[in-house]
């Protein structure tokens, strides 16, 4: 770490970020969800902070610290998570999608605990609302927008397909496929780009990553 203190590069904006897995319930007792650990987006928040910047945390379930003076809103589901991103962008110069946001929910949530009676269950499921897409096509108030995206193949053209599709202004491309990097992990490597230009991000850990990260928006946002 850098002996020279960060210059306050984002004073004055506020970023709003969210962060780790959601939960889509099944029954009282169980739920579908991944193995986002939340140590990105937290990471992110707590460079955010340190660079001056107003933060939000919007944050699924996650066994981590709320970083000193960050502002942590806490959620289970896509749907609570779709709610309160919408709410908190349109005050935000900037939001980054960390979240790994479960694609689908099950239509029904059954009331009381589901019994093992039969030999095979099916569960029936409803895509979840795209956040990060949603937020993008904000017509008023729109910040700007960062994207992750989560590959094992084709990493490049398909987060560059993404970044198109949901109108993002940069994303971030993770290649899941490679172990000791990403979900649940203390390292990360990252491929950024946006409409002009790229950025490789080499394995590092989280927090420096985020360093370069923030600073990396921030060249782009302010051009
Ligand atoms: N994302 C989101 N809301 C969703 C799904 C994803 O905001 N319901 C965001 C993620 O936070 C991430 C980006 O979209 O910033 C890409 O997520 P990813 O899972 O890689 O892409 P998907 O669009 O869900 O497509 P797929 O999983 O089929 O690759
Ligand atoms: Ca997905």
Known sequence: SSTIAALPIWQGKTITITAGP???GIDPVRYISNHSSGKMGFALA???KQLGAKVNLIAGPVNLATPANVSRVDVVSACEM????????KSSDVFIACAAVADYRPDNVATQKIKK????????????PDIVKDVA?????RPFVVGFAA?????EQYAKSKMQRKNLDMICANDVSVSGQGFNSDQNALKVYWDDGSKDL??????AL??????LIHQTYNR
């Open 210 to 215: 985020a360093k370069h990260l923030l600073s």
């Open 82 to 89: 779709h709610k309160a991103s919408l709410d908190l962008a």
């Open 46 to 48: 707590q460079v955010a």
């Open 22 to 24: 959601t939960r889509e």
């Open 202 to 207: 080499p394995l590092d850990n989280k927090d």
């Open 117 to 128: 009676d039969n030999d095979v269950m099916q569960i029936t499921m409803t895509k979840n």
């Open 137 to 141: 096509a904000l017509t008023a108030n």
């Open 151 to 155: 590959e094992t193949q084709d990493v």
